[in-house]
């Protein structure tokens, strides 16, 4: 019997670089996307656990708010997707951006996750 490998979702507009990912990534079944269409498209066919992607997608390569968007769009449409994000963009404020989107649905599970293990007491 065949083990099958996790999917993982590569979000990256570059070619080269979707190429070298899938190469460095050969342990899962990499499905790729360039774009937010796409991407979205993707998520919904295979569910994957994880998915990483670039902040730099089209229309707007060299920024970020086609990448934050899509972030945001991933993040409502499937929760428990694990986003890891791996970009060029050198405007630290979009890595600050991008992690409390990734963190704000998730801070009431930390949150909750954590008192439950405290075991504080009730009053």
Not at 24 to 50: K, T
Not at 69 to 87: F, N
Request: proline share 7%.
């Amino acid at each position: 019997m065949t083990q099958q490998k996790p999917k993982l979702l590569i979000i990256e507009d570059d070619p080269g670089l979707q190429k070298q990912l899938r190469w460095s990534l050969d342990a899962y079944e990499v499905v790729v996307a360039g774009d937010r269409e796409a991407a979205l498209a993707q998520i919904r066919r295979h569910e994957p656990a994880v998915c990483t992607m670039d902040l730099g997608l089209p229309p707007d390569p060299d920024g970020s708010t086609e990448g934050l968007a899509t972030l945001q769009q991933i993040l409502a449409l499937a929760p428990d997707t694990r986003v890891i994000v791996l970009t060029g963009n050198q405007d630290h404020a979009n890595a600050g951006t991008a992690t409390a989107r990734l963190l704000s649905p998730n801070i009431n599970r930390f949150l909750n996750r954590a008192v439950r293990s405290a075991k504080l007491p009730c009053r």
